[in-house]
């Protein structure tokens, strides 16, 4: 914002203070991340800039802490890297396997949370909807409530998810749920659903319901409405939602440490162990490639959200 | 809507002959039973995945049968006598059996275990007497009592008797730095043993303070992102978005890997000659690390709800304030900082709700003096293996959180809630 011309001196001392403290609190935000990205290529196992590095001196960087990703925990790495090597990575890399976990998991919480939560935010957003208040209190509740609670509630009813239905008989064709793909999948799921939530009943606010009538007067059958009339507006609130549900998948640990086993382990979980055991730059490289990756998420954000704007009639003030 | 009665212009009715207003009720029944369905699969949903776990940890926090499940004899003694009862040859006799089971199904440890959480001390007794349990005969009080004398000890005989109930408030009483005396009265643990109650208070006090410093960071950034044009205050958003966005251990390393002793921070400051080489400033596994990266990593949520309730606020309100002779503070103070305030609050509570109940940025750069309520939980969970203490504890944090919840709600609205 500019500066009035009847600031006084003083308010134009505050008024560039301002800025610099403003600056300031930008870097705070953003210089973590960016910081990361030119340690992980150091050529030393060191944290810290390397005085080689300071002179861009090009031996003060490499790629050794990627290929590190590659061939952890025992695949050579002094042989010719031909298909029969790239072929050992796929399968036996335990980088490349988290990465594998973690896309098969992120992918199917996705499709339960949007699915669901798409779907509910459609009867959310009518007007006649009873206990509106209280149903959205309870859904957005796994946002709110401390992940360790119910990463422990998970765990005591993962252990036997049958025990409430006892007397029916049936628990005998009940499994565990903890150490299961579709355990940690479930509770994904519900951890992403608020975000789905909110974003399409936020969509649905600007939707103007007398479309679906104007449909429905023209012989449309519901179904028909859906999916030629409301889907493509609300299309844009839909996928960031399910962005949001991804990417809460795609970042959560606490639930994998509790209730899932070695097979499920994902990107997060393998970071936690290499926090926690020995820190190695690699674990940079790997934090690396997923600021790219939420770069990317962002941009696709941004241009949905102009998109939507522009779909709704709606234009930046 | 004014009430069309019957008497004035006669029934109306509907094309095929029902009074309207019935019809319009069954209309409206239906539309709303409709508007439900939609949303039922994902309510019954979140019951399965969500609330029926959390009630289950709810029960573990005042049930455990570790006592009464594999010591069913001595369970059975306790019904039928009341307190008070000096421990005769039959409940002797009934311990042994019970403990010669137990160490044949290996399950003593578990006995011993449930018995230690209400009287320490306790675990080896029962270990140790059940690695010789095969050889006890009768008389079995004799025999006991020459395994170890302490079985004649009433206070023992006392805590066994409390914890043959499988449902005990025992566990909130720890949670809560308290126990039962011999006579279940209950007293305040040994000043030594309270540490749950301080923790509880400790976390409160730094989800306050991380609180504050998002407030002092991100009221600025607000003001500044609402009130430049459009354009510049989009691009700016972006470095608001990408910590957002970025993987919260990704945020977490960064803060390791920049305020370690060795790290890129201490060099600079060594670099500029602020600290010297062996003044490095420890700056991480301690309260300050845990501070400074959850303060990084929250800073977007008290942003985007103050940033979405500036925006909106007229510039023209603060330049009328300044044209009547209010200086730029005054202005500031009286007139644009009480419209701010509904985002402040929304802020505030989103923030401090998300910090009490925070786990893995203070487990990984906590140290030892970082530690807040939920790594306690998790400790109990994975390594003392006491759940049910863990639940109590989980079932407390979880009281609060709800209250805390049940204010945002009723403050700023559910509906309210605006991400990016």
Same mark, same amino acid.
């Given at each position: 914002?500019?500066?009035?011309?009847?600031?006084?001196?003083?308010?134009?001392?505050?008024?560039?203070?301002?800025?610099?403290?403003?600056?300031?609190?930008?870097?705070?935000?953003?210089?973590?991340?960016?910081?990361?990205?030119?340690?992980?290529?150091?050529?030393?196992?060191?944290?810290?800039?390397?005085?080689?590095?300071?002179?861009? #001196?090009?031996?003060?960087?490499?790629?050794?802490?990627?290929?590190?990703?590659?061939?952890?925990?025992?695949?050579?790495?002094?042989?010719?890297? #031909?298909?029969?090597?790239?072929?050992?990575?796929?399968?036996?890399?335990?980088?490349?396997?988290?990465?594998?976990?973690?896309?098969?998991?992120?992918?199917?919480?996705?499709?339960?949370?949007?699915?669901?939560?798409?779907?509910?935010?459609? !009867?959310?957003?009518?007007?006649?909807?009873?206990?509106?208040?209280?149903?959205?209190?309870?859904?957005?509740?796994?946002?709110?409530?401390?992940? +360790?609670?119910?990463?422990? !509630?998970?765990?005591?009813?993962?252990?036997?998810?049958?025990?409430?239905?006892?007397?029916?008989?049936?628990?005998?064709?009940? !499994?565990?749920?903890?150490?299961?793909?579709?355990?940690?999948?479930?509770?994904?799921?519900?951890? !992403? +659903?608020?975000?789905?939530?909110?974003?399409?009943?936020?969509?649905?606010?600007?939707?103007?319901?007398?479309?679906?009538?104007?449909?429905?007067?023209?012989?449309?059958?519901?179904?028909?409405?859906?999916?030629?009339?409301?889907?493509?507006?609300?299309?844009?609130?839909?996928?960031?939602?399910?962005?949001?549900?991804?990417?809460?998948?795609?970042?959560?640990?606490?639930?994998?440490?509790?209730?899932?086993?070695?097979?499920?382990?994902?990107?997060?979980?393998?970071?936690?162990?290499?926090?926690?055991?020995?820190?190695?730059?690699?674990?940079?490289?790997?934090?690396?490639?997923?600021?790219?990756?939420?770069?990317?998420?962002?941009?696709?954000?941004?241009?949905?959200?102009?998109?939507?704007?522009?779909?709704?009639?709606?234009?930046?003030? | 809507?004014?009430?069309?009665?019957?008497?004035?212009?006669?029934?109306?009715?509907?094309?095929?002959?029902?009074?309207?207003?019935?019809?319009?009720?069954?209309?409206?029944?239906?539309?709303?039973?409709?508007?439900?369905?939609?949303?039922?699969?994902?309510?019954?949903?979140?019951?399965?995945?969500?609330? *029926?776990?959390?009630?289950?940890?709810?029960?573990?926090?005042?049930?455990?049968?570790?006592?009464?499940?594999?010591?069913?004899?001595?369970?059975?003694?306790?019904?039928?006598?009341?307190?008070?009862?000096?421990?005769?040859?039959?409940?002797?006799?009934?311990?042994?059996?019970?403990?010669?089971?137990?160490?044949?199904?290996?399950?003593?440890?578990?006995?011993?275990? %449930?018995?230690?959480?209400?009287?320490?001390?306790?675990?080896?007794?029962?270990?140790?007497?059940? %690695?010789?349990?095969?050889?006890?005969?009768?008389?079995?009080?004799?025999?006991?009592?020459?395994?170890?004398?302490?079985?004649?000890?009433?206070?023992?005989?006392?805590?066994? %008797?409390?914890?043959?109930?499988?449902?005990?408030?025992?566990?909130?009483?720890?949670?809560?730095?308290?126990?039962?005396?011999?006579?279940?009265?209950?007293?305040?643990?040994?000043?030594?043993?309270?540490?749950?109650?301080?923790?509880?208070?400790?976390?409160?006090?730094?989800?306050?303070?991380?609180?504050?410093?998002?407030?002092?960071?991100?009221?600025? *950034?607000?003001?500044?992102?609402?009130?430049?044009?459009?354009?510049?205050?989009?691009?700016?958003?972006?470095?608001?978005?990408?910590?957002?966005?970025?993987?919260?251990?990704?945020?977490?390393?960064?803060?390791?890997?920049?305020?370690?002793?060795?790290?890129?921070?201490?060099?600079?400051?060594?670099?500029?000659?602020?600290?010297?080489?062996?003044?490095?400033?420890?700056?991480?596994?301690?309260?300050?690390?845990?501070?400074?990266?959850?303060? =990084?990593?929250?800073?977007?949520?008290?942003?985007?709800?103050?940033?979405?309730?500036?925006?909106? *606020?007229?510039?023209?309100?603060?330049?009328?304030?300044?044209?009547?002779?209010?200086?730029?503070?005054?202005?500031?103070?009286?007139?644009?900082?009480?419209?701010?305030?509904?985002?402040?609050?929304?802020?505030?509570?989103?923030?401090?709700?998300?910090?009490?109940?925070?786990?893995?940025?203070?487990?990984?750069?906590?140290?030892?003096?970082?530690?807040?309520?939920?790594?306690? *939980?998790?400790? =109990?969970?994975?390594?003392?293996?006491?759940?049910?203490?863990?639940?109590?504890?989980?079932?407390?944090?979880?009281?609060?959180?709800?209250?805390?919840?049940?204010?945002?709600?009723?403050?700023?609205?559910?509906?309210?809630?605006?991400?990016?």
């Amino acid at each position: 914002m500019a500066l009035p011309i009847y600031a006084s001196p003083l308010e134009r001392v505050w008024h560039y203070t301002r800025l610099v403290i403003c600056a300031l609190i930008f870097l705070f935000l953003i210089a973590p991340i960016l910081i990361i990205m030119p340690l992980s290529f150091n050529a030393e196992p060191y944290f810290t800039f390397t005085e080689k590095m300071l002179a861009f #001196d090009p031996s003060g960087y490499s790629l050794r802490w990627y290929d590190l990703l590659l061939t952890q925990p025992s695949i050579p790495n002094d042989v010719p890297r #031909d298909g029969a090597w790239w072929a050992q990575v796929w399968r036996e890399s335990a980088w490349v396997r988290a990465a594998k976990n973690s896309v098969i998991i992120g992918f199917f919480a996705t499709i339960v949370a949007t699915v669901l939560g798409t779907i509910a935010a459609l !009867g959310l957003s009518r007007p006649e909807m009873p206990y509106r208040r209280l149903i959205m209190a309870i859904l957005i509740s796994p946002m709110i409530v401390p992940i +360790i609670i119910t990463a422990t !509630g998970l765990f005591f009813f993962y252990s036997s998810p049958c025990a409430l239905i006892g007397w029916t008989g049936l628990s005998q064709y009940c !499994g565990r749920l903890t150490s299961s793909y579709t355990g940690v999948v479930l509770a994904h799921a519900t951890l !992403g +659903i608020p975000f789905v939530i909110i974003t399409v009943t936020a969509t649905l606010i600007g939707f103007d319901q007398s479309l679906n009538r104007a449909a429905a007067s023209l012989g449309a059958p519901p179904t028909t409405t859906f999916f030629k009339v409301t889907m493509p507006l609300i299309l844009p609130g839909v996928i960031s939602g399910a962005l949001f549900a991804f990417v809460t998948s795609f970042d959560e640990v606490v639930v994998v440490l509790f209730v899932a086993a070695h097979d499920q382990q994902t990107i997060p979980r393998q970071m936690w162990n290499g926090i926690r055991e020995q820190i190695s730059p690699a674990i940079l490289s790997v934090a690396t490639i997923l600021v790219v990756i939420s770069i990317g998420m962002l941009a696709t954000l941004e241009i949905l959200r102009r998109r939507s704007e522009r779909l709704r009639g709606v234009t930046p003030h | 809507m004014a009430d069309i009665s019957a008497s004035d212009v006669g029934l109306l009715k509907t094309s095929d002959g029902r009074p309207l207003k019935s019809a319009l009720a069954t209309a409206q029944q239906r539309s709303k039973r409709r508007a439900f369905l939609l949303v039922l699969p994902l309510l019954a949903f979140i019951i399965i995945t969500f609330i *029926i776990p959390i009630g289950q940890l709810l029960h573990q926090a005042v049930y455990n049968d570790g006592f009464s499940a594999n010591m069913p004899r001595t369970t059975a003694w306790f019904v039928e006598n009341p307190p008070g009862t000096v421990p005769d040859d039959i409940a002797f006799e009934a311990l042994a059996l019970d403990l010669k089971d137990a160490a044949a199904a290996r399950t003593v440890g578990v006995v011993g275990t %449930r018995v230690n959480y209400e009287m320490s001390g306790t675990r080896s007794l029962f270990t140790s007497t059940a %690695r010789g349990a095969a050889r006890l005969e009768p008389p079995y009080r004799e025999a006991l009592l020459e395994a170890d004398a302490k079985w004649a000890d009433p206070n023992l005989w006392g805590t066994m %008797r409390q914890v043959s109930d499988a449902y005990s408030a025992n566990f909130f009483l720890a949670a809560l730095d308290m126990t039962r005396d011999v006579n279940g009265k209950i007293v305040p643990m040994p000043e030594e043993r309270q540490i749950y109650v301080s923790l509880f208070v400790k976390t409160f006090l730094l989800a306050g303070l991380i609180t504050f410093t998002c407030f002092l960071l991100g009221f600025p *950034i607000a003001h500044l992102l609402a009130t430049l044009p459009m354009k510049w205050s989009n691009l700016l958003m972006i470095l608001v978005l990408l910590p957002f966005w970025t993987s919260l251990l990704v945020r977490t390393t960064s803060w390791m890997v920049l305020l370690q002793q060795q790290g890129v921070v201490n060099n600079t400051m060594v670099a500029l000659g602020i600290i010297s080489d062996d003044g490095r400033i420890q700056m991480i596994y301690n309260q300050m690390g845990t501070i400074i990266a959850m303060t =990084h990593i929250l800073l977007p949520f008290m942003i985007l709800p103050l940033y979405s309730v500036m925006r909106p *606020i007229p510039p023209t309100y603060v330049r009328a304030a300044r044209s009547l002779g209010a200086t730029s503070w005054t202005a500031f103070r009286r007139v644009y900082l009480p419209q701010t305030l509904p985002g402040v609050g929304a802020g505030s509570l989103l923030v401090f709700i998300l910090a009490v109940g925070y786990y893995i940025t203070p487990a990984l750069v906590g140290g030892a003096s970082g530690q807040l309520i939920s790594n306690l *939980i998790a400790f =109990h969970m994975q390594s003392s293996l006491n759940w049910s203490l863990a639940s109590a504890l989980a079932a407390l944090l979880l009281g609060a959180v709800l209250v805390l919840y049940w204010i945002y709600d009723r403050l700023v609205g559910i509906d309210n809630l605006k991400l990016g």
